[in-house]
């Protein structure tokens, strides 16, 4: 029962539904309603997740039945133990994923605390870019872009949050095609990287980027 299988993005859907439930005890005074917004909690927590055992989804189901913010708290923090942290990576792994990019500044790796860690990214802002890490199927894919602030908020394409956005604009190469023949994908991302990790609920938005615009 120890063993960690709960990922950053799942555990913010799991908050995500501890503040749905709480949110819905202080203003519904109505039980059936109660009752059904906790039912729905907790199937919506447990569907996160893959191959659960027995033990690990009665655990995690205990999100049902919480009443006081106290109860909710501790239930979250108990469960930090059993995070899955980003997979372990060093400053030279990540220079080897950018060798075109002379002096790549890279954020100080122990300051971080990778249990909260879904994307590993960082802002060069003296050369207007975003460099993002994913570790997927046992290895690393980093993707450098450029980043244009737009001055104005709405949906992140990875945590579908509302929250400030930019540009990111993003060089691409097809498969056999010349080296002429460069072309460039673009999506709106959030601005503050920090609160997209703290708030992504799903990975799947995000894979399927990264993969669209890896280089061949």
Request: proline share 6%; aromatic share 8%; glycine share 2%.
């Given at each position: 029962?120890?063993?960690?299988?709960?990922r950053n993005h799942q555990l913010n859907v799991?908050?995500?539904?501890?503040?749905f439930v709480q949110n819905t005890l202080r203003t519904v005074a109505d039980r059936r309603v109660l009752e059904t917004v906790r039912y729905r909690a907790a199937v919506t927590v447990v569907e996160a997740f893959a191959g659960l055992s027995m033990e690990q989804q009665k655990m995690l189901e205990q999100i049902s039945v919480f009443e006081s913010g106290y109860d909710f708290q501790r239930f979250i923090d108990s469960l930090e133990p059993l995070m899955v942290p980003y997979p372990g990576i060093t400053l030279k792994q990540i220079q080897k994923l950018f060798p075109k990019t002379k002096?790549?500044?890279?954020?100080?790796?122990?300051?971080?605390?990778?249990?909260?860690?879904?994307?590993l990214s960082w802002v060069d802002i003296a050369a207007n870019k975003l460099f993002i890490v994913y570790p997927h199927e046992g290895q690393f894919i980093g993707i450098e872009g450029r980043?244009?602030?737009?001055?104005?908020?709405?949906y992140c394409l990875f945590c579908n949050r509302h929250q400030e956005l930019a540009f990111l604009s993003?060089?691409?190469?097809?498969?056999?095609?010349?080296?002429?023949?460069?072309?460039?994908v673009g999506q709106y991302v959030c601005m503050d990287n920090?609160?997209?990790?703290?708030?992504?609920?799903?990975?799947?938005?995000?894979?399927?980027?990264i993969l669209s615009v890896r280089k061949s």
């Open positions: 029962m120890n063993t960690p299988f709960i799991i908050k995500k539904q501890t503040e002096k790549l500044r890279v954020p100080d790796l122990s300051t971080i605390d990778f249990r909260y860690v879904t994307y980043l244009i602030p737009t001055n104005k908020k709405g993003v060089s691409t190469k097809p498969v056999h095609a010349s080296q002429d023949n460069i072309a460039s920090h609160a997209c990790n703290h708030s992504i609920t799903s990975t799947e938005a995000l894979e399927k980027f």
